[in-house]
T-cell receptor, first 115, second 110 residues
Framework: NAGVTQTPKFRVLKTGQSMTLLCAQDMNHEYMYWYRQDPGMGLRLIHY???????AKGEVPDGYNVSRLKKQNFLLGLESAAPSQTSVYFCASRGLGTIDNGEQFFGPGTRLTVL | GQNIDQPTEMTATEGAIVQINCTYQ??????LFWYQQHAGEAPTFLSYNVLDGLEEKGRFSSFLSRSKGYSYLLLKELQMKDSASYLC???????????WGAGTKLIIKP
């Protein structure tokens, strides 16, 4: 099992460009999450999904959109990138069940720089 | 509101013991997670506590006091590979989401 994978691993964009980050998991998990991590700050939730075809806003959703057309994939889109979106983006997934099985499994991250 | 506090950075010596504290304020309580994150890598799960007391896993132990809104991670026999950030997280009321502390960067010196 590959677990959670993310593509691309690195990307440099110019202000105003768009891109899509892809997250894929092969653990049949229901819940998927997109976080951003900035120096000195904790993980901040951008958007999440509790199942195929559903998405919800997290703490910092502005400037991002997401889609969960297939259970195993969760896409994060930046329509018009801004320098403030320079960050490391992590995808995570979690299975159903009681909270003590609520461990989140993380992908390796995407390092995005917006010039 | 809901909030998590952890020290920003700690330094310890190889072979020693270190305790990393986490205090939290939540409207409900559904357990507390500790994750380890090496520089440039993804967070990985270390422990989950939902009942008061100490849980031991090899060199790592995690303690919880629900009445005090307090947890700590205890690392024994420190090794250089333990140099990492340690993140404390608690589920929000919905249980779908976690609130994350900013993390404690642990520096191990020889």
């Amino acid at each position: 099992n590959a677990g959670v994978t993310q593509t691309p691993k690195f990307r440099v964009l110019k202000t105003g460009q768009s891109m899509t980050l892809l997250c894929a998991q092969d653990m049949n998990h229901e819940y998927m999450y997109w976080y951003r991590q900035d120096p000195g700050m904790g993980l901040r939730l951008i958007h999440y999904s509790v199942g195929e075809g559903t998405t919800a806003k997290g703490e910092v959703p502005d400037g991002y959109n997401v889609s969960r057309l297939k259970k195993q994939n969760f896409l994060l889109g930046l329509e018009s990138a801004a320098p403030s979106q320079t960050s490391v983006y992590f995808c995570a997934s979690r299975g159903l069940g009681t909270i003590d099985n609520g461990e989140q499994f993380f992908g390796p991250g995407t390092r995005l720089t917006v010039l | 509101g809901q909030n998590i506090d952890q020290p920003t950075e700690m330094t310890a010596t190889e072979g020693a013991i270190v305790q990393i504290n986490c205090t939290y304020q939540t409207s409900g309580f559904n357990g507390l997670f500790w994750y380890q994150q090496h520089a440039g890598e993804a967070p990985t799960f270390l422990s989950y506590n939902v009942l008061d007391g100490l849980e031991e896993k090899g060199r790592f132990s995690s303690f919880l006091s629900r009445s005090k809104g307090y947890s700590y991670l205890l690392l024994k026999e420190l090794q250089m590979k333990d140099s990492a950030s340690y993140l404390c997280a608690v589920p929000m009321d919905s249980n779908y989401q976690l609130i994350w502390g900013a993390g404690t960067k642990l520096i191990i010196k020889p």
